[in-house]
Structure formats: C-alpha cells, structure tokens
C-alpha cells in the first residue's frame, strides 16, 4: 500500500485502490497505510487526497478537511476532488469561518461547471447543495447513470425475466418498493402509515437498510412476509427476487441519495420503474419510466428538466404521515408561550426564529438575509439544528458583529425525541426555509405544528417542495417571488403578532381538513396514477383531484 501511495500515479486511481481495498480488508488496514505515509512525508499530495475522500465517503467532513486544504495547497486541481471539497465545507458552514478560501473554491468549481460543458460533481445529490441550474444537475445526473454497470454478465443460471400481464384497472396492483429508510428516519418516518392504505394493491418492499436496529420501526400494512432484504446482494440477485416476487411497478425511493442503487432498476424487474421522494430531482436515468411528482415541485414548464416522464399528483407528491403517527401540537398551543419554551430549554421571550433542516442548506446569501432581520430585533433568536455541532460555532462567529449579542443568539439543539419534536417545533414563531436547498420533512414538521415558515421556490424540485406542501394546504401567504420578497416577508411577520397567529389558524384548520396529511387520499390517487401509467407508458400522466372518503 504504501508504494502505491509513492507511485507516479493518477490520485484518482489510487483512491479507487484504496477504496476497494477497505470496502474488502477493513478500513483499519487503509488507515496505518495512510499513518505510515503521512510519517514518511506529511506533505504528500496524493495520500492527503486519499485520506480526504476516503473520510468524506465516511461522511466525516470535519477529519477530511485539514487533509483537503493539505492537497490543494499541495497543487491538487482535479475539478471533482475541489467539488468535494467545497461539499464538505458546505456541510461544516466553512463559509463562514474560512470565507475567503471557501469563496475562491466556489467559484472555481461552479465555473468549471459552467464552461466546461459537464458536470465536476461526482454524485447528482451533491449537486443539489449548490446554486447551478437544471441543466447542470440534469448533466450530473446523466454523468452518474453513464457509470452505472451491471454486475459483470449475466449468471447463466438465471434465466430471462418473466411478466405477468398488466393489470386492468379492477385488479389488484402489486407495488415493489426499494428503499434504504425501512426505520425511524426523515423519510422512513414520513412513509410510516402510508402503504397500509394502498387497499387495491400488494406491496413488497425490498429493504437494503443496512442497520439491523433501524428495521424496529415497522410500517403499518407491510407484514414481515411482505419484507424481503436486499442488504449484501448484488444487482442480479435483487432483480432476481423483484422479478420472481411479479411487481408491476418498482418504486424507487432512494435515486442518487445516499445508499443508491439504480443499477437495480436498469436490469428492468418490474413492468415500469417509478421513482419517487428521497432525490428530489430527476434521475436521469434512460430506464426510469416516470418520476412522481405534483404540478408545484415541477412545474409543466419545467418538465424538460426532468429525464423521466412525469406522474403529476394532485396534492402534493411528499405525503406525510404526522396525524395518524399522534403527533398532534394542538393540545399545547393553550400551554403559555413563555412555560413551553421555559420546558423545552428555549429563551422563555422575544422572537424565536427556527431553521430545522441540515445546516449545510444554509448559503451565505440567506444567513445573511436572517441576520440583517435579527439586527432589527435585539429580543430576537435564531434555533437551529446541531448537525453538525461544528456548523454551529462556525455560524456563531459568523454573527459576531452582524448583529448585537452575536453568536450568543444563535442555539443549536440536537435531535429532539419522537414522541415531543413536534409540540417542541411548535415553539418557534417562524420557520426560515433555506433557498437553494429548502426543508423538506422538517418542513411539514413546523407546518403540522402550525408555525409559519417562510420560503422562497426556485426553479428547481429541491427548493419547492415547502411551496408543494403550502400550495396544497391553500396557506400561501408566506411564499415569497425572489430574495427581496422573501426578506419583506419575514420582516413584516417578525414585526406583527397578529399576522402569525392568522397563519397558524390557516395552517391548524388546512392541515385537518385538506389532503397534504392525508395519507389515505394520497395513496388513493397513487394507486389511480400507477395503473395509468402501466397503460399510457409513452405519455405523462396527471391524476384528477377526486377526494377518496
């Protein structure tokens, strides 16, 4: 390993080396290699650049960073390692602390972007984190699916996939759902009463969790002989079992997200492959039949920036799931204001501001917009979530001087229990959605919990799912058109009480009565959309609005 490191060779293979190397001897092995090398020569560009991405693949941002600055200060210029880089500032708020060297990464990645004609992001659902248009996420998108092999040839001892007939509209649809979220997380959680309202259909779902501990949490309709793990095989083996199990329609749940496997799909177990939720964007891929989305997250004008054709839902395409999961916030509105925060560690007065997605959806164009409104309001506090906890201090001193108090304004709170997270959200007077890449669940968190959240859509998927949600409960009041709405909005909410408590009334009486949490309507029209699709497969399909009782 360590002649590996001194070799002459591209950083890029070397990587690849190491990478297959921990996948099949451990990263403990990888690791003295990597030791060995940085005391020989601690400023050796190429094991930096390992060690940087392999810690970046372990989503450990804050080890990988020393390592990327090592490398580029070392002469290190492959666009794809600066992207990863400049993502895991992102992730960390380095902008914050390291602007000028955060800046000057930026726009050297989105400008290679940009002229060069291709996309530097290694993965599609990086790109999401960044201010590029659609066509350079479709491009990533394109690139990733480019890459993507089947396993090696097919085994001679499978043999070629078989189909039942497709379903007339009175049969019963039998959905295959992959998913890497069988457990208690933003997705898993979102989906948990969902499935068991598909009343005309049989659903399989094909788990690839890779902890043994997240599959405690059940989802409600799908019996354990309806669960078939995928976790460990290999593309041909997971298609084997989807075909064998005679799905019509594979939902895929995962895209380019984290524990992607799209090769799955390209081997075509199914009748149509649809994907849906965890990526909000396109797949890109030539083997997706249809993305299911809704008319506000993607706009017909916008189609062409999708690959796959397009299952518009009637009400919005990210179901939730919070009225049958109990979470109800209404009880503690009567509780005082000052009591509940008091309860839950909050400052017990003044303007609570909250933001509860990943701090890497903070840009420093919308921190700015929040603290020159904080500045307005010395009373006034910013609640954010503490993932990563470096993220906070990162942003505490980067409000140090932009408004009074600074970085003491700002709390950071880790992740709240299942059982208390709404009714604590529910503390908050307003949500501050992020703009290139806006809350999604957490979103219909402070929604369901009545608080008005304030958001800005843009032309992508990924920041207008809030605006999905909004558009759907009929409480609009706080979209805004571009960064100075936006702004004014917030302002205008910050300075009247009244205005706030108009919305939370909107938002208590819509989210009990409309469709957004309603997850019996919602599957309802899925299981219409579905057999639609199976028979219009060279067409978009769009689902009339019909209120299933």
């Not at 085994?155 to 069988?182: M, N, R, Y």
């Not at 409480?475 to 805004?480: E, V, Y």
């Not at 997850?519 to 959309?529: E, L």
Request: aromatic letters at 8%; one cysteine or more.
């Amino acid at each position: 390993m360590m002649a590996i490191l001194q070799a002459p060779l591209d950083p890029l293979t070397v990587y690849s080396v190491f990478f297959q190397f921990a996948k099949e001897h451990g990263a403990v092995t990888v690791s003295r290699a990597l030791q060995e090398s940085f005391s020989s020569n601690p400023k050796n560009p190429t094991t930096s650049f390992v060690a940087a991405e392999l810690l970046r693949n372990g989503l450990q941002c804050e080890q990988a960073m020393p390592h990327y600055f090592n490398a580029i200060n070392a002469g290190m210029q492959q666009p794809q390692f600066m992207a990863n880089a400049l993502f895991c500032m992102q992730e960390l708020c380095l902008w914050a602390s390291h602007n000028q060297a955060y800046s000057k990464l930026h726009e050297r990645v989105l400008n290679a972007t940009i002229e060069g004609g291709n996309t530097i992001f290694q993965s599609p659902h990086q790109a999401l984190f960044f201010d590029v248009d659609n066509q350079a996420v479709l491009d990533a998108a394109h690139a990733a699916c480019s890459t993507i092999e089947n396993e090696g040839q097919k085994p001679t001892a499978i043999p070629d996939f078989k189909f039942t007939s497709i379903p007339k509209v009175t049969d019963q649809l039998h959905i295959g759902v992959f998913t890497t979220d069988f457990g208690p997380t933003a997705v898993g959680s979102a989906v948990q009463y969902v499935f068991q309202h598909f009343r005309d259909s049989r659903i399989t779902v094909f788990d690839d969790t890779a902890k043994k501990n997240a599959r405690a949490q059940a989802w409600a309709g799908v019996r354990d002989s309806s669960k078939i793990s995928i976790s460990g095989t290999t593309e041909w083996q997971a298609a084997s079992a989807i075909n064998r199990a005679q799905v019509h329609v594979l939902l895929d749940m995962v895209g380019h997200a984290q524990g992607s496997r799209l090769g799955l799909s390209k081997l075509k177990p199914a009748k149509i492959n649809v994907f849906w939720l965890a990526h909000a964007s396109t797949t890109g891929a030539d083997w997706m039949h249809y993305a299911l989305v809704d008319k506000i997250a993607v706009p017909p004008e916008y189609s062409h920036t999708f690959h796959e054709r397009l299952i518009l839902h009637p009400s919005s395409y990210h179901v939730l799931s919070h009225a049958e999961r109990q979470l109800n916030p209404h009880s503690s509105y009567s509780e005082a204001l000052d009591t509940k925060r008091t309860r839950f560690g909050m400052p017990p007065s003044g303007l609570l501001l909250a933001n509860f997605g990943r701090l890497s959806r903070i840009s420093h164009d919308v921190f700015e917009a929040w603290m020159r409104v904080m500045s307005k309001f010395d009373s006034s506090t910013l609640w954010l979530s503490a993932r990563p906890k470096t993220g906070v201090v990162n942003l505490r001193k980067f409000a140090n001087g932009k408004i009074r108090g600074g970085g003491d304004r700002i709390i950071g709170t880790e992740k709240h229990p299942e059982s208390d997270h709404i009714a604590i959200k529910s503390a908050a007077d307003i949500a501050l959605d992020t703009w290139v890449h806006s809350m999604h669940s957490t979103a219909g968190d402070a929604l369901w919990a009545g608080v008005p959240t304030v958001s800005r859509p843009g032309e992508r998927m990924v920041s207008r799912v809030p605006a999905s949600m909004m558009s759907d409960l009929g409480c609009t009041q706080t979209l805004s058109r571009n960064s100075m709405d936006y702004e004014e909005i917030l302002l205008a909410l910050a300075k009247d009480r009244s205005k706030r408590m108009a919305i939370r009334r909107c938002l208590e009486k819509k989210a009990e009565a409309g469709t957004l949490f309603d997850p019996k309507y919602w599957a309802g029209a899925t299981q219409r959309s579905f057999k639609m699709a199976l028979e219009a497969r060279a067409m978009h399909v769009v689902v009339a609005n019909r209120k299933m009782n």
